[in-house]
Each structure stands twice: as structure tokens, then as C-alpha cells.
């Protein structure tokens, strides 16, 4: 199964500062198969970029992926006070699917 | 827009059987992969397997292969998430997930439900 490792594993940043997320596989998942999610307490994930780079329905555009083959990065600049949570990567290239351990973005 | 729609918490006991669900309200599952998600502190999100409502066909992970068995009713539009003889190790919550294009089978899951906590202790 291709193994998704995320770092940070957890970043402090303040309010109006960027963030880079970095998303290794340990094979290849191409360009169109690797999904970023967020995850706010008690809440289910939210899909925030599909195919490496595209964003979802409702990501505003401060969110953005870029990356392919097995390195991938989610970047958020000038961070929102709701953008701090705990983000995801995902790959549905192939089965099983497989999702990163997360990296938590905290306030500082 | 679809909401999807999780059967409440469980509280059970190690060896019971268990069945939860997951109702896709406002849009049809038809043609869709539906898939379960596991959340857990330690091991974060896994995916357990896929059941495809345009047919009957299912893929399971093979950590859960065996484990557990998915399945759907299409005439009430719902998917269900089933055990045997539970473990303490089950211990979780349950998402279920519809990926944003259909089939969807190679996509991502746009919508998720609100989960369902299971808790299996003695």
C-alpha cells in the first residue's frame, strides 16, 4: 500500500502568517490522485483540494496544492483564524486508499 | 446537494454484532462508490472499503477484509457498516464518505457524514 507521511506534524503559526504542509507517498500517486482535507474538532473532514492542485467547492483561494509523482505540498497564506485545524493528504490511486497522519496547524 | 446521514453512537460489549448506517438524503447513491472511514487516535483515518450502488460489487482494505462487511439497501438509499463479534480494537468513529464525482471509484470524498462513535468495552 503506498504510505503517506505528512510533516509537520504540528506547526505554530500566528494569524496572517503562511503555512506550508508537506505530503510525501512512498510510491508514486501521479498528478490527479492526491487529495487534501481539513479537520476542525468534533466536525468530519472537508475536502479542500483534489487532484494535487484543483480546489473544492467553497476552499477560498488562500488554499492552495501544488506538487506530483510522491511530493506534495498544501500552502495556506495569510491564515484566517478558522483556518487553524488539522489537515490531511490523501491518495485514491490505489487501493487501498490512504491518507497522511495529519499535521495540526496551531495558533502561537 | 446531498447530506449523508449516520445511524447514532453505540455503546457495546466485546463479541456483540452491530450494524450502522449511513442515508443519503436530498441525492441518489445510485451509481455511486460509498465508502467507510475509520477515525482513531492512534491510527488516524483509515479506509475500510467501497461498495458500488450501481451494482453489488464491494472492495474492502485488507486490514478490514474479513472484519467487517459492507453493504447497501438502494431501495432506501443507504449503506450500512456491519460486525459480527466486535473488539475492543473497534472502538472508533465511522464516516461514511461519497466521493465528488460518480462512479467515483478513482475520487475524492466531497461529502462526508457526521460520523458514528462506536465504543466497545466490558
Known amino acids: 500500500e503506498i504510505v503517506l507521511t505528512q510533516s509537520p506534524g504540528t506547526l505554530s503559526l500566528s494569524p496572517g502568517e503562511s503555512a506550508t504542509l508537506s505530503c510525501w507517498a512512498s510510491q508514486t500517486v501521479g498528478s490527479s490522485f492526491l487529495a487534501w482535507y481539513q479537520q476542525k474538532p468534533g466536525q468530519a473532514p472537508r475536502l479542500l483540494i483534489f487532484?494535487?492542485?484543483s480546489r473544492a467547492t467553497g476552499t477560498p483561494d488562500r488554499f492552495s496544492g501544488s506538487g506530483s509523482g510522491t511530493d506534495f505540498t498544501l500552502t495556506i497564506s495569510r491564515l484566517e483564524p478558522e483556518d487553524f485545524a488539522v489537515y490531511y493528504c490523501q491518495q485514491y490511486r490505489d487501493s487501498p486508499r490512504t491518507f497522511g497522519q495529519g499535521t495540526k496547524v496551531e495558533l502561537k | 446537494e446531498v447530506q449523508l446521514v449516520q445511524s447514532g453512537a453505540e455503546v457495546k460489549k466485546p463479541g456483540e454484532s452491530l450494524n450502522i448506517s449511513c442515508e443519503g438524503v436530498g441525492q441518489s447513491f445510485s451509481k455511486y462508490w460509498i465508502g467507510w472511514v475509520r477515525q482513531t487516535p492512534g491510527k488516524g483515518l483509515e479506509w475500510m472499503g467501497i461498495?458500488?450502488?450501481?451494482?453489488?460489487?464491494?472492495i474492502y482494505s485488507p486490514s478490514f477484509e474479513g472484519q467487517v462487511t459492507i453493504s447497501a439497501d438502494k431501495s432506501i438509499n443507504t449503506a450500512y457498516l456491519q460486525w459480527s463479534s466486535l473488539k475492543a480494537s473497534d472502538t472508533a468513529m465511522y464516516y461514511c464518505?461519497?466521493?465528488?464525482?460518480?462512479?467515483?471509484?478513482?475520487?475524492?470524498?466531497?461529502?462526508w457524514g457526521q460520523g458514528t462513535l462506536v465504543t466497545v468495552s466490558s
Open positions: 461498495i458500488y450502488f450501481g451494482g453489488s460489487a464491494t
Open positions: 487532484g494535487a492542485f
Open positions: 464518505v461519497r466521493p465528488m464525482t460518480r462512479p467515483g471509484i478513482y475520487s475524492a470524498y466531497s461529502d
